[in-house]
């Protein structure tokens, strides 16, 4: 029996059918994932964002499938070759990849030179000599020569019969799906640099000779080895054979071609048709079966290799966004610059720009105490508390400005934290930016952004396109549609597990709440402006185009603190308010009272208060917001602290150990800002003294850690890190070194690990590193890195 696309998808899960029949009729009816995850528990038996985010692509593909499956349907009964044993086939075929083999042999094509032999009347001496090789091929194929037809001798004849044979071998459903199997089991991608590309493509280097089986492949090399390829610098194909094949051992037939004779009863005995058919199968294998699988597979590594990196990027992407805000509180974004000099812009706690400067303390100018009389003049008018530096150019020098000014001025009680200004320049030439901040000049803008984005992380990236903020890996090589989806459906979800204060959120904040979109946002701007704040949500419902429907989809995320009914700052739906007063009668309470009342509320019991519409879940949630309502789910706000002293990587020393913030997590690792404007790279393997397969089972972006130096190379710009303090760090030496990565996205050729090897799983005894000396060693001994005889302190 054929399984329905819901019971397929219950089976893929490991839920019940009716739970994704309930999310499919409520996907269909145009409700949001983060709604149905939220509020719908009662009917999707509780799936979370997560399960529905996977419910919501595989309906996608097999739908998509389905229409698929119907256009082949037509096209063959068209043909008027549609019989019920094909039927049954193309109905039965569980994946695109069969149906389209299923399909091949009827697929419009151009003129093949099979059809051209089969149109010179060939087919018969094709499938003569296949039933019966005991017949002899020239002496039969003579009876076939007509210049007329363009057979002009026995020898075209047998090329024509040789054409028509491959192609059917080539278009065997079955034999296709086996082989394909067997070439990705036992087949492995192999790399070599192109001749006189050494040099130009030097960031490949790990790829210049390379293989590795297929199944093995991690999704970063199968990126840079087709970015070497694309970028004209490395060969890249599918070697079939099994990997530990002896290349140097004759090999009269490959398995594959074993495989092909044996389906077609070709063999060899002796007869004299053998050699020539055995020939065919050879000659089928390599000009059409291995070409045709190698692209298949090919595309098969490159969509594995992109929905890891997807992945990668989505995870990386939800972290940042819900990274621990600084919260309300004045701050001033500092965008450093040498020649142009460093932007100022003081936001009040709500965001709102009130003072604007560009002041010159770094050279040529070197304004320094100049600079400082203006920042702390600005930083006491207007109660400043936070200063948000970016981390580009300039990064460290602005920040030790930061720490003069702190120290000249500690009445002030200023606190500064470098953030990453990723973006921050996408978002300053936005049309959103330049209705939001008209009066303002770009540079301007992007001191602004760095000072909200530490107010509020999510509130300002949302005003920026996903892939512009630099948490990928090999982004520009991934499909825009895969990657924008995917990306689309983090920011909503986290945005929604926040949830908005409708007053004081932006457009895009507002555009990426469950069922809103960019019109009922600006509307809502609109009316918030034209009519001052909103006292309740229901007043939400007079906002031009916002109809009962978008209403049941964004009430819940959408918060009015201070309004006329605290229910309406918590995140408990509006439909669900009569549940609440059923609680108030229940308790004798007031709503005021309720609120924040741990100990009555956890005596309660949910299913006291159900009804036919809300259950157990749904009332569960209740309690738990009125318990804590409007909880943010993110974490405590805190910042890495740089080492004085320690400014560019020609200060770093193996053996250093530093505290950092954690940038960046790909499949190799985890890349960490230490404050010298180059991120070090944590390899996979020196994440933990115990195996790690994800390295977000260790560290996720945000984080702060603390890493020791194992390696420095300062010409490629490469810093290796362990989280394992304990690991021995590598000599001082001219070469190696650990991947690096400058500011965002790291778009390097391929993952480098330190020294040219990983460093080893389990922990090594540390060792006494040669002490430095001179004016780095001074700064070594004020940063508390090193004591008075120059030993590094563990």
Known sequence: MTLTIEDRIADELGVAGRQVRAAVELLDGGSTVPFIARYRKEA?????????????????????????????????????????????????AETKARLEDIYLPYKPKRRTKAQIAREAGLEPLAEGLLADPSQDPAAVAASYVDAEKGVADAAAALEGARAILSERFAEDADLLGELRELMWTRGRLVAKVRDGKEEDGAKFSDYFDFAEPLTKLPSHRILAMFRGQKEDVLTVELDPEPVDADPAAPRVTTDYEVRIAGRFGVSQQGRPADAWLGDTVRWAWRTRVLTHLSLDLRMRLREQAEDAAVDVFAANLRDLLLAAPAGTRATMGLDPGFRTGVKVAVVDATGKVVATHTIYPHVPRNAWDESIKILARLAEAHKVELIAIGNGTASRETDKLAADLIKRHPALGLTKIVVSEAGASVYSASAYASAELPDLDVSIRGAVSIARRLQDPLAELVKIDPKSIGVGQYQHDLAEFKLSRSLDAVVEDAVNAVGVDVNTASAPLLTRVSGIGETLAKNIVSHRDANGPFRTRKSLQEVPRLGPKAYEQCAGFLRIPGGDDPLDASSVHPEAYPVVKRILATTGTGIREIIGNGLVLRKLKPGDFTDETFGVPTVTDILAELEKPGRDPRPEFKAATFAEGVDTMKDLVPGMILEGQVTNVAAFGAFVDIGVHQDGLVHVSALSDKFVSDPREVVKSGDIVRVKVLDVDVARKRISLTLRLQDEAEKPRGGGGGGGRQGGGRQGGGERRGGGQPPRQGGGRGRQESAPSGALADALRRAGLIDDKGNHKR
């Not at 309906?59 to 698929?68: H, I, K, N, P, S």
């Not at 499956?69 to 193309?90: F, H, N, P, Y």
Request: net charge negative.
């Open 44 to 92: 999707t038996g509780a799936l979370d964002d997560a399960q529905l985010r996977t419910l919501e692509e595989r309906l996608g593909y097999l739908r998509e499938m389905e229409q698929r499956r119907q256009a082949i349907l037509d096209s063959v009964r068209e043909q008027g070759k549609l019989t019920d044993e094909l039927a049954a086939a193309i109905r039965g």
